[in-house]
């Protein structure tokens, strides 16, 4: 299902004033598409991105995910975390998998996050660490991985639940940009397979050559020029 953000607008308390985060923004991304966020430090990308999880509750404005308004000014902490559980896949800049868990575990805990059993879960698991190229890993621990393996399972992690939206933060941040332009090769990959609709915040322009459309951030507010990349 597509993914809306409608007249967005997020304000935060500064001392005595406020300080606008994210200012006015309407943004649509349609199913098993792929669009990266683009701008500067400080320009609201990651503010955005909350929003658009309900990690952060709106100041205004709505986001939308098919025909349902999901997030609001006044969504609760418990609908916005069913919301997550059921319906988005999030992957953070810092991979944060627990450190006691093997990989396949990682993505068993989802089963048991949503009441059931974690090997209900595992032919899913299993499928998607084979398909980020870590399925002969999955018995490993975090310690145990790379870096780049690491992230690997924390996208597999966030698509195991079926997710209708997938929200990236910088995935290649810590990698070089052979490493990082595979990232975004595989999540935009990802996404066509599943139909996610797919965010991905990055600073690093040249690792977006298969996404399908590229947004910029500034001031808080999209710039007007959206525009299709070229692959």
């Given at each position: ?54 990690l ?38 810092s ?18 996050l ?41 996208i ?10 997938l929200l ?35 600073h ?25 990349a070229t692959?």
């Open positions: 299902m597509d993914l809306h953000l409608q007249d967005v607008t997020l304000v935060y308390p500064d001392g005595g004033t406020t300080l606008t985060a994210v200012d006015d923004v309407d943004l649509t991304v349609p199913a098993g598409t792929t669009t990266a966020l683009l701008g500067p430090s400080g320009a609201g990308k990651s503010s955005l991105l909350a929003v658009a999880a309900g952060t509750r709106p100041s205004h404005g709505t986001v939308t995910i098919g025909p349902d308004v999901v997030f609001t000014p006044t969504t609760t902490l418990a609908q916005a975390t069913r919301v997550r559980l059921e319906r988005i896949g999030l992957v953070f800049q991979p944060q998998l627990l450190g006691s868990l093997t990989a396949l575990e990682q993505l068993e805990l989802h089963a048991h949503r009441g059931r059993r974690p090997s209900s879960l595992r032919p899913r698991a299993m499928e998607l660490l084979d398909a980020v190229g870590v399925a002969d890993h999955a018995g490993k621990r975090p310690a145990q991985l790379s870096g780049g393996q690491r992230q690997r399972v924390a597999a992690r966030a698509l195991v639940g079926r997710p209708e939206v990236v933060d910088e995935p290649t941040s810590a990698l070089d940009h052979e490493r990082g332009t595979r990232v975004v090769e595989l999540i935009t990959g990802l996404a066509r397979e599943t139909g996610a609709a797919t965010v991905i915040v990055s690093d322009a040249s690792t977006l050559t298969t996404v399908d459309a590229t947004v910029r951030m500034l001031d808080a507010r999209i710039e007007p020029a959206a525009h299709l692959s």
